[in-house]
């Protein structure tokens, strides 16, 4: 019997699981809390056969908190990451002198309240208080607001479908690798016949690796020094030079937004990684099948301007030799020109690192939409018209989509986590560099291949006659005679969507509609420098809040 992966406990000692579960909970402190924590069967099966259980969640309401004696709002610090209760506080002391322990970030947002592992079993809760921010709204929109039933409702689908919550939904996504990738497994020792701890194949291992020095973020202490350039990998920030549009594309009536789901989640699928440290090699023969990070000069290749150019963010054209990821290289060779990098830092070892992460947020994404009514195998127009009614579907369902994007967006945002705090000093190392997970060489390979995706596209757009406005990560523009994107995409002459172009679709990599504007609205704003794939959805949206949904 499982009582699911968590339970929100309410003021009156009422504790609301997944289900429709409803317990009382006698517990009155916080140890008697843990305690009685683990004697319910509330915890979730391990998500590989070589991982661990997930630990039992409890989030707490307000009104819980303070019936343990926590205050109601925790505020103060200068950093909203860095919010905690004091060493010295009575629930601290209280934790302390019933001998269980809390993790270096301490009693905060995020809690884990432990005891050392006894006979291979975990003794692990973690809490979650929403009234201290737990639940940004970003990331879970109206959640924090909810009742305690809704609360457990809305969690224990996002659990179910992605993980039991470990943090914030960017700490979840990273961890969602971990488990799914666990780094070790058990193996026999051929001189004992005894079972110990080993490498897991295809996993990041336990031991931390350094970047290469151009793939460092200019704090890190291999960039002080640093000389020979940086790697600058991230997504298109473009417009269009408002002389190069032409009057055919001036007369008509709209501009028009087209965003592409979850596009950092789709460039992770089956993409090759490192999966080691990187090694120096100078002159070296380009090869799209290695995972690495490659000095050249493409500053020679001319490109449509119309189009933005597919090997700087800027979309303007490199100026000399510049550090590029693999997949921007082959790119370029895709596009007919020959690359002869001069120095590279590459990894011999590879594999497809992401491939279970991406499938099972693939999945809950896709399972999500469906259940507010969005479908994968409707026809465009039907595809359309449930979008729209998406604003007024349950808004619990709303908020696990949500939820979702933001794990496979933050996830990926962490595998670069810079330092923080107001007393860091550049060159110091920082707490992030200490996992196997800082790796800011699989993060550029996921933009540089979203970056890639997305000129492919336009590209084959372009083929059709169609040129961008404005591009912004995964938000493009177009010049379109009316305000339905059924308008303007391409089809064949069988009346097919044309093959590698934008499609409209709900699954990972396909579009829907961002916005409509009139054209009158873009030129307007293109004259005075605005990237209009940023405002395009009107009502002082900005997408760039948005990047990599």
Not at 61 to 69: K, L, S
Not at 344 to 360: E, F
Not at 460 to 485: H, N, Q
Request: neutral net charge.
């Amino acid at each position: 019997m499982s009582f699911g992966p968590l339970l929100v406990l309410d003021g009156d000692g009422t504790a609301y699981g997944v289900g429709g579960l409803v317990l009382d909970c006698p517990a009155r402190t916080i140890p008697q809390l843990v305690a009685w924590t683990l004697e319910q069967p509330v915890g979730a099966p391990a998500l590989n056969r070589n991982g661990m259980p997930a630990d039992p969640l409890v989030v707490l309401t307000e009104a819980a908190a303070e019936r343990f004696g926590l205050p109601a709002r925790l505020e103060g610090h200068e950093q909203r990451a860095g919010l905690r209760l004091e060493d010295d506080h009575p629930i601290v002391k209280q934790i302390t002198r019933a001998k269980w322990k809390l993790t270096l970030r301490g009693f905060g947002p995020w809690a884990r309240v432990y005891r050392p592992a006894k006979a291979g079993a975990r003794q692990c809760v973690q809490f979650a208080l929403p009234s201290w921010g737990a639940l940004d709204a970003r990331a879970w929109p109206g959640v924090s607001d909810m009742t305690a039933p809704e609360i457990a409702r809305v969690l224990g689908l996002y659990a179910a479908r992605v993980t039991t919550p470990r943090g914030t939904t960017a700490v979840t996504g990273l961890e969602l690798m971990t488990s799914l990738r666990p780094p070790t497994r058990a193996v026999r020792d051929d001189s004992t016949g005894a079972w110990e701890s080993g490498h897991n194949p295809g996993s990041l291992g336990t031991a931390p690796v350094d970047c290469a020095p151009p793939e460092a973020p200019p704090e890190h202490p291999l960039a002080q020094g640093w000389t020979k350039g940086f790697i600058n990998e991230e997504v298109f920030q473009w417009v269009r030079d408002v002389d190069l549009v032409d009057g055919g594309e001036v007369t008509l009536a709209c501009a028009l937004g087209l965003d592409v789901n979850a596009a950092f989640l789709a460039a992770s699928s089956r993409i090759n990684v490192g999966l080691a440290s990187p090694v120096h090699v100078l002159k070296p023969v380009f090869d799209k099948k290695v995972p690495g990070c490659w000095l050249t000069d493409l500053s020679h290749i001319d490109l449509d301007p119309r189009l933005p150019n597919p090997f700087t963010p800027s979309g303007q054209r490199p100026t000399g030799p510049a550090w590029y990821e693999t997949h921007t290289l082959a790119y370029a060779q895709e596009l007919g020109h020959n690359v002869n990098p001069t120095e590279a830092y590459i990894r011999t070892t590879s594999g497809a690192y992401l491939d279970p992460w991406h499938d099972r947020l693939k999945a809950a994404l896709l399972d999500t939409m469906a259940s507010l009514g969005v479908r994968a195998d409707m026809e465009p127009a039907d595809l359309l018209a449930a979008m729209e009614r998406l604003p007024d579907q349950d808004p619990g369902l709303r908020a696990v989509l949500a939820a979702i994007k933001a794990t496979a967006k933050g996830g990926i945002g962490q595998l670069r986590k810079r330092a923080t705090g107001l007393r860091y000093i550049p060159g110091e190392r920082w707490p992030a560099l200490d996992r196997p997970t800082w790796r800011p060489d699989i993060r550029a390979a996921i933009i540089s291949k979203a970056r890639v995706n997305m000129h492919r596209k336009m590209l084959k757009m372009a083929s059709a006659g169609l040129f961008p406005l404005a591009v912004l990560s995964d938000c493009v523009v177009y010049p379109a005679p009316t305000r339905s994107p059924l308008d303007l995409l391409p089809y064949t002459t069988s009346g097919k969507p044309l093959p590698g172009a934008f499609r409209l679709g709900v699954a990972p990599g396909l579009v829907k509609l961002e916005g409509v504007q009139s054209m009158d609205w873009a030129v307007d704003l293109m004259e005075k420098g605005t990237n209009i794939a940023r405002v395009i959805k009107g009502d002082g949206h900005d997408a760039s809040l948005d990047a990599g949904e």
